[in-house]
Nanobody
Framework: EVQLVESGGGLVQAGGSLRLSCAAS????????IGWMRQAPGKEREGVSC???????YYGDSVKGRFTISRDRAKSTVYLQMNSLKPEDTAVYYC????????????????WGQGTQVTVSS
């Protein structure tokens, strides 16, 4: 059974940082692209960032230069370091996995987790 378990969300002031974690199990970690989507109240879900095992990465325009994605193969875990957070980053963040980054970027991955809330206060 595929599982993607997110952690690390919370409440932070604007300008602060958070690191999200996604622990993956139930599939071969190196065979999958893993990343993050987010959905804010009243808005469509958007692809935030993703990473493949060959080192390729993607960042949405709104987070470029502020967020960094990384993979720990030994722990089958993907991290999203979020710096310089803004109130508009407030959303539920979902970990996502698929065999290609494209479906994560398009918000239609094969697998996704339950989500973790990130709230950035002004």
């Amino acid at each position: 059974e595929v599982q993607l378990v997110e952690s690390g969300g919370g409440l932070v002031q604007a300008g602060g940082s958070l690191r999200l974690s996604c622990a993956a199990s139930g599939f071969t970690f190196d065979d999958y692209a893993i990343g993050w989507m987010r959905q804010a109240p009243g808005k469509e879900r958007e692809g935030v960032s993703c990473s493949s095992s060959d080192g390729s990465t993607y960042y949405g325009d709104s987070v470029k230069g502020r967020f960094t994605i990384s993979r720990d193969r030994a722990k089958s875990t993907v991290y999203l370091q979020m710096n310089s957070l803004k109130p508009e980053d407030t959303a539920v963040y979902y970990c996502a996995a698929d065999t290609t980054m494209w479906t994560i970027r398009q918000n239609s991955p094969r697998y996704w987790g339950q989500g973790t809330q990130v709230t950035v206060s002004s």
